[in-house]
C-alpha cells in the first residue's frame, strides 16, 4: 500500500518505484518506527483527536507487530515503499479501518525524523559503552606498564624516552576525547520533531510533549521548518565516528609498524593475524590494517551526508533519503571495528625489553645533556649546539652518549663533568619531566588515578 496516490491517475514506473523505495535499508528503523507510532497513537487517543478505543487497538496491534518481527513470525515486505508503509498497511490489515487514523497529525518527513534521531541516540549509547571498554583496557595496560621504557618520536625518529604507561595514555585522552564530543552530539540529538507535520506542523492540538516524555527525549524541536529538514545531528555524530576512526587508525598505524621485526616491539597474538597464501614465514597483522582502510569508509560516508545536504533548499528533499544508508554503515563500521580492536589490544604482548633496549639508541638522552648543562648556566641555545657537536662526535665513533669517555665529553665542552652520566640515563631522562602531564612516575601515576576517576564517574 502506498501512503500516497489519491492525485495519481498513472503507476509509478517499476524501475522509478524501485529506485525510490528505501525499506531495502530503512528496514532496520522498525522498531524505532513502531514505538514512535505507539506514543503518537497513545497522544491522538488522550486528546480525542481519534477514538480512545481505536487508539488502543492501535497500540495493541503496534506491539503485536514489533513482536512479531523480533522473533520473525513476521518478515518485513520490501516490495514496500518504505517501513513507514510497511508498517501502516500491516496494521491496517490487522485492525481495518481504525488503522487508517494513525496517521492523523503526522507526515513522513517528521516520522522519519523521529526515527533517525532515535537511531542515532542508541547507536551513539552503544558506541560510547564500547569506547569505555577500550579505555578500561587502555587504562588496565598504562598500569602495568609505568615502569616500562620506550623511545617516543617525532617525524618516526627516536626523540626522547617515555613509559609505554605515558604512550598509552596518549590514546585514552584521545578516546576519552571521543567519548565527550559523542556525548555532546546526543545532547543536540536528544529533541523530539514529531508534529512538525510536512513543515508547517500540526493542525491538530497535539501534545508533543506527552510523546517527548513518552519516548524519553529531553526537548522538544523549535522550528518546525527545521525540524524536517535537520540533518545535522546525523552530520555530527558521523563526524565524531570519524575521529574514532581516525584515532583507532593511528594505533593502529603504531601497533603495525610496532610488530615489525624492524621493531619488535610487539606481537599481536593468532587469534587477530593472519598468514601468507605463499610464504609460509609470513605473519600478517590484518585486523589492525582493515581498520586502518576502513576509516576511509567513515569518512566517505561524512562526505555523502555533507555533499548531499549542502545545496537543500528549505524543508523536506527526497535527497535526504540518502542520509540513512550512510549513517547506518558508518555505525555498523566503527561499532565493529571498537569491538575487533579492543580484543586485538587486549591480546598483545608488549616486548618491553625491546622497547628499552630501543629507548637506550638514537640519541634519545640528547635533550636531557642540552638541559643538564643549562642548569650548570650555560644559555640553552649555546648547550643545544654544543650537545649537537656531542652527539655528531658520539655517532662518527658509533657510541652512545654514556659511554663516552670522560675527557671525550671535555674535549667538546670543559663544562662536562661526572654527573651528566646520572643526568642521562633513560630513567632520569623519564623523571625529569615532573610536571603534570609530564612522563615522570609520580606524574604517569597521577594521570592513571584521574583516568581513573573519569571512568568511575561514567559508572555512577
Not at 109 to 135: F, G, P
Not at 187 to 203: C, I, V, Y
Not at 257 to 281: K, N
Request: proline residues 2%; contains cysteine; charged residues 25%.
Amino acid at each position: 500500500m502506498k501512503l500516497w496516490g489519491g492525485r495519481f491517475t498513472g503507476e509509478t514506473n517499476a524501475q522509478a518505484a524501485h529506485f525510490h523505495s528505501s525499506v531495502t535499508f530503512d528496514k532496520r528503523l522498525y522498531r524505532q518506527d513502531i514505538e514512535g507510532s505507539i506514543a503518537h497513537a497513545e497522544m491522538l487517543g488522550k486528546q480525542g483527536i481519534i477514538d480512545k478505543t481505536d487508539a488502543d487497538n492501535i497500540k495493541e496491534a503496534l506491539a503485536g507487530i514489533l513482536a512479531d518481527i523480533d522473533s520473525g513470525a513476521l518478515l518485513i515486505d520490501e516490495s514496500c515503499e518504505d517501513i513507514h508503509s510497511f508498517v501502516e498497511t500491516e496494521l491496517i490489515k490487522r485492525i481495518g479501518e481504525a488503522g487508517r487514523r494513525l496517521h492523523t497529525g503526522r507526515s513522513r518527513n517528521d516520522q522519519v525524523a523521529l526515527d533517525m534521531r532515535m537511531y542515532v541516540k542508541q547507536e551513539i549509547n552503544e558506541i560510547c559503552a564500547l569506547i569505555a571498554k577500550l579505555l578500561e583496557s587502555l587504562l588496565k595496560a598504562a598500569k602495568n606498564h609505568t615502569g616500562d621504557i620506550i623511545p617516543g618520536f617525532t617525524h618516526l625518529q627516536k626523540a626522547q624516552p617515555v613509559t609505554l604507561a605515558h604512550y598509552l595514555l596518549a590514546y585514552f585522552e584521545m578516546f576519552k576525547r571521543d567519548y565527550g564530543r559523542l556525548s555532546d552530539c546526543f545532547k543536540r540529538t536528544d529533541e523530539m520533531p514529531l508534529g512538525s507535520g510536512a513543515l508547517a506542523a500540526a493542525n491538530y492540538p497535539l501534545d508533543r510533549d506527552f510523546v517527548k516524555d513518552k519516548l524519553g527525549f529531553s526537548a522538544l524541536t523549535a522550528n518546525s521548518l527545521d525540524a524536517v529538514s535537520d540533518r545535522d545531528f546525523c552530520i555530527e555524530f558521523v563526524s565524531d565516528l570519524s575521529v574514532i576512526m581516525m584515532h583507532l587508525s593511528r594505533f593502529c598505524e603504531e601497533l603495525i609498524l610496532w610488530s615489525t621485526e624492524e621493531f619488535g616491539f610487539i606481537t599481536i597474538s593468532d587469534d587477530y593475524s593472519t598468514g601468507s597464501s605463499i610464504m609460509p614465514q609470513k605473519k600478517n597483522p590484518d585486523m589492525a590494517e582493515l581498520i586502518r582502510g576502513k576509516t576511509g569508509r567513515v569518512y566517505g560516508s561524512l562526505m555523502c551526508i555533507l555533499s548531499m545536504m549542502k545545496s537543500l533548499p528549505l524543508a523536506y528533499n527526497k535527497d535526504m533519503q540518502e542520509d540513512k544508508e550512510a549513517v547506518f554503515d558508518a555505525a555498523d563500521t566503527v561499532k565493529v571495528c571498537l569491538t575487533v580492536f579492543e580484543g586485538m589490544f587486549n591480546n598483545i604482548k608488549f616486548n618491553t625489553d625491546t622497547m628499552y633496549k630501543s629507548a637506550l639508541g638514537g640519541y634519545t638522552n640528547a635533550t636531557a645533556a642540552a638541559d643538564w648543562l643549562v642548569k650548570k648556566g650555560v644559555a640553552f641555545r649555546d648547550a643545544h649546539e654544543i650537545t649537537g657537536r656531542l652527539v655528531l662526535y658520539a655517532m662518527n665513533k658509533k657510541l652512545r652518549l654514556d659511554e663516552l669517555a670522560l675527557d671525550e665529553l671535555k674535549n667538546i665542552s670543559d663544562i662536562f663533568d661526572e654527573s651528566l652520566y646520572e643526568a642521562i640515563t633513560v630513567e632520569a631522562c623519564v623523571n625529569a619531566h615532573n610536571i603534570k602531564g609530564g612522563t615522570s612516575e609520580a606524574a604517569v601515576l597521577q594521570a592513571i588515578e584521574k583516568a581513573g576517576k573519569f571512568l568511575q564517574d561514567l559508572k555512577l
